[in-house]
């Protein structure tokens, strides 16, 4: 089957900072939380000191972009190549090498579409007070943020915040959560979550304000998750790991509140989060223009009473598993019915149609992809090809979601997957290559870092050419 793309429906690809720059410490950039976490793991992969090297590769990697015919790069800036330490001097080499970026892309054709904040955190500020931890670190945020809209908002309108709050929360590494003790550890993750809230409303309004004709939105790890059984109450244990993972996060940033199932779980922690007079005002001011979505995997849940062996009021680190009131908890389990990826990840295209229905339903803004991918082992043929026919067919079905959504009535700005060219994975370094474009070199050899074309990226050519007709 074809499907019809809107005529202003972007193709593009997406990538981060940390993931794929290098220079780590080059022209004045400070470390950050992601440096950090990726030295304690330099002896066993490769870590973000040089990367995928875009830091040196800028030009070629852009026209490679040209090439593919791309009309969008979602791309993250680094904090703390722009303010080292977080929240002190503006770092004009920063500025410089982001101008140099953007307006190559816009000179190519294609869409600067940015993340300020994608898990890379000023290390700084951790040593300062403990990064999110402190609201200081909102205020921080939002000056970083008007420092991005005064220096790049005459040619970056398209801006996201943060990339997967929801997701990073539940990550100690990523939040530098370092508290053994587990009911000290998740006040400390309520409140952090706040902070980011708060720096969320801070930024959206500050857009609005500096970047004339600007749009702002979200990020989100979507969720979609199945009841293990027609069981009312594996149903009901589904519904609610959508709304702790996802839900709530989405539910704050357009209606300034948590909403009353999450508060009542806050409450019952005793983990409400302090906040500070007018917070409710500014939270209800800061409006989105659209919603982004990173979606790899469907999730499947069952539930579990309220027991000796779950005892009701244990708290459960990271709220993987979440005691809610009477219903007792849940638990996630694989859905046998589905394949998986190399690295685990379960492919469901039909769950992206499904929840694109989901976010537009219920949230009714424009929706764009800004993560979808499959990471794998590819290889490089000693005739220097990289034929990734499966890669090939994850995206045509997930495209072809994409569509079905469409003639669902979604309102779609766009598709990025996930990722423009391979890139540093957090914990499997180069093992695991998302790319349309390889780049040569491994965990603990740089070789050449040489950019490949992989079959995945002439397909992604014909694509776009065709306006998604050609599948």
């Known amino acids: 089957m074809s499907y019809t793309f809107p005529k202003n429906f972007w193709w593009?690809?997406?990538?981060?900072?940390?993931?794929?720059?290098?220079?780590?410490?080059?022209?004045?950039?400070?470390?950050?939380?992601?440096?950090?976490?990726?030295?304690?793991?330099?002896?066993?992969?490769?870590?973000?000191?040089?990367?995928?090297?875009?830091?040196?590769?800028?030009?070629?990697?852009i026209e490679l972009m040209k090439e593919m015919g791309m009309q969008a790069y979602r791309f993250s800036i680094s904090w703390a190549r722009i303010l080292p330490d977080g929240d002190g001097e503006i770092n004009p080499k920063g500025i410089a090498f982001y101008n140099k970026v953007i307006d190559k892309l816009l000179e190519s054709g294609i869409i600067p579409f940015i993340t300020l904040y994608h898990f890379?955190?000023?290390?700084?500020?951790?040593?300062?007070?403990?990064?999110?931890?402190?609201?200081?670190?909102?205020?921080?945020?939002?000056?970083?943020?008007?420092?991005?809209?005064?220096?790049?908002?005459?040619?970056?309108?398209?801006?996201?915040?943060?990339?997967?709050?929801?997701?990073?929360?539940?990550?100690?590494?990523?939040?530098?959560?370092?508290?053994?003790?587990?009911?000290?550890?998740?006040k400390i993750r309520a409140q952090m979550d706040y902070h980011m809230f708060l720096?969320?409303?801070?930024?959206?309004?500050?857009?609005?304000?500096?970047?004339?004709?600007?749009?702002?939105?979200?990020?989100?790890?979507?969720?979609?998750?199945?009841?293990?059984?027609?069981?009312?109450?594996?149903?009901w244990a589904a519904r609610m790991n959508n709304q702790f993972k996802t839900d709530y996060c989405l539910d704050v940033h357009m209606y300034g509140e948590y909403p009353g199932y999450y508060m009542a779980y806050l409450k019952e922690q005793d983990m409400v989060p302090a906040m500070d007079p007018g917070d409710a005002e500014l939270l209800k001011s800061a409006k989105m223009d659209f919603i982004a979505l990173n979606y790899y995997r469907t999730l499947t849940a069952c539930y579990l009473p309220a027991d000796d062996e779950h005892p009701k009021g244990t708290r459960l680190e990271g709220m993987n598993e979440v005691d809610y009131d009477m219903y007792g908890y849940w638990k996630i389990e694989?859905?046998?019915?589905?394949?998986?990826?190399?690295?685990?990840?379960?492919?469901?295209?039909?769950?992206?149609?499904?929840?694109?229905?989901?976010?537009?339903?219920?949230?009714?803004?424009?929706?764009?992809?800004?993560?979808?991918?499959?990471?794998?082992?590819?290889?490089?043929?000693?005739?220097?090809?990289?034929?990734?026919?499966?890669?090939?067919d994850y995206m045509k079905r997930h495209i072809e979601a994409i569509g079905k959504a469409i003639e669902d009535g979604v309102q779609m700005m766009g598709y990025c997957p996930w990722s423009v060219i391979d890139l540093l994975s957090s914990h499997q370094g180069f093992r695991k290559r998302y790319g349309l474009v390889y780049v040569n070199r491994s965990d603990m050899d740089l070789k050449d870092l040489a950019r490949i074309r992989k079959d995945s990226f002439y397909w992604y050519q014909n694509v776009i050419r065709t306006n998604g007709k050609k599948l």
């Not at 973000?48 to 800028?58: N, P, Q, R």
């Not at 000056?143 to 990339?163: I, L, M, S, T």
């Not at 702002?216 to 594996?234: F, H, L, Q, R, W």
């Open 12 to 61: 593009g690809a997406s990538s981060s900072a940390f993931q794929i720059e290098g220079g780590w410490d080059e022209d004045g950039k400070g470390m950050t939380v992601a440096d950090f976490n990726s030295f304690k793991r330099s002896d066993k992969q490769a870590d973000s000191k040089v990367a995928s090297d875009f830091y040196h590769h800028w030009e070629e990697d």
């Open 120 to 186: 890379d955190l000023p290390y700084a500020l951790v040593t300062k007070y403990n990064g999110w931890e402190c609201r200081d670190c909102a205020y921080a945020f939002e000056r970083y943020a008007r420092v991005c809209f005064e220096a790049f908002g005459d040619r970056v309108k398209y801006w996201q915040v943060h990339n997967e709050q929801n997701l990073m929360m539940r990550v100690d590494e990523r939040m530098n959560i370092n508290e053994p003790d587990p009911v000290k550890k998740e």
């Open 199 to 235: 720096a969320h409303a801070l930024s959206v309004n500050a857009c609005h304000e500096l970047v004339e004709g600007g749009k702002i939105g979200c990020a989100v790890s979507s969720t979609v998750t199945y009841p293990m059984t027609n069981k009312p109450e594996d149903v």
């Open 334 to 392: 694989k859905n046998t019915n589905l394949t998986a990826s190399e690295y685990g990840a379960q492919i469901d295209p039909v769950g992206l149609r499904i929840v694109l229905n989901e976010y537009w339903n219920r949230y009714r803004l424009p929706l764009i992809i800004t993560e979808n991918g499959l990471g794998t082992a590819d290889v490089l043929t000693e005739d220097g090809k990289v034929h990734d026919d499966y890669r090939i």
